[in-house]
């Protein structure tokens, strides 16, 4: 059983140009969570989601930044027109589906994509 | 909303020292509660969990967590730490789905 995949790993982009990043979870994994991670900031929760269904986006900036779950394929987080901010690892968790509202499950991580906004 | 607190942002140990490192949350409920490690470069690594039952919780090389649900913590030990512990350490509790992460906590040791 793979782990959760992420790609690419390295991702440049020039100011204004899109960024995609993928990740594809662990077999039997239908949640999938998305964090941004910044030197000395930590971990900053961004999405959520479920197979075709966001769950909880309160993480995620209002503007330029959106994520999907499709039902078939990978999660994709895409970032339109890209500034320096931007500049950051984001790191993918996936989940088995669990019980209850607080699941009892744990969440494993991908390798991250590291994105330079040149 | 939930918030996860790690007093220490960075801590430094000679080899064989003790380590404990502080994690508080602030929801009172039923929660699921996760340490993690980040070596570096790499990505994060489940350390130990805790979802119910016996409070102390052994996990991987050497570690173990103590979840007192009075203080709403959930302490890393361990007694004897090594060279190769250096790392980063998140703390991160899940409720109701979300999982929420503390700031992390570097540990340097010392050979």
């Known amino acids: 059983n793979a782990g959760v995949m992420q790609n690419p790993r390295h991702l440049v982009r020039r100011r204004g140009q899109e960024a995609r990043l993928r990740c594809s979870p662990m077999?039997?994994?239908?949640?999938v969570y998305w964090y941004r991670q910044l030197p000395e900031e930590g971990l900053k929760f961004m999405v959520y989601?479920?197979?075709?269904?966001?769950?909880?986006e309160s993480g995620m900036p209002k503007e330029r930044f959106s994520a999907e779950f499709p039902k078939e394929g990978p999660s994709i987080l895409r970032i339109q027109q890209v500034v320096r901010g931007d500049s950051a690892a984001y790191f993918c968790?996936?989940?088995?589906?669990?019980?209850?509202?607080?699941?009892?499950?744990?969440?494993?991580f991908g390798q991250g994509t590291r994105l330079t906004v040149v | 909303a939930q918030s996860v607190s790690q007093h220490n942002h960075h801590v430094i140990l000679s080899e064989a020292a003790s380590l404990e490192l502080g994690c508080n949350y602030s929801y009172g409920g039923t929660v699921n509660l996760f340490w993690y490690v980040q070596y570096p470069g790499q990505h994060l690594q489940l350390l130990l969990k805790?979802?119910?039952?016996?409070?102390l919780v052994k996990g991987i090389k050497g570690f173990e967590a103590e979840f007192i649900k009075s203080k709403f913590s959930f302490n890393l030990r361990k007694p004897s730490v090594q060279w190769s512990d250096t790392a980063e350490y998140f703390c991160a509790v899940r409720h109701p789905g979300r999982l929420y992460f503390g700031r992390g906590t570097q540990l340097t040791v010392w050979p």
């Open positions: 968790a996936s989940s088995p589906p669990g019980q209850g509202a607080v699941k009892n499950t744990e969440a494993f």
């Open positions: 989601l479920q197979k075709e269904n966001i769950i909880d």
């Open positions: 077999k039997g994994h239908s949640h």
């Open positions: 805790y979802f119910s039952g016996d409070p």
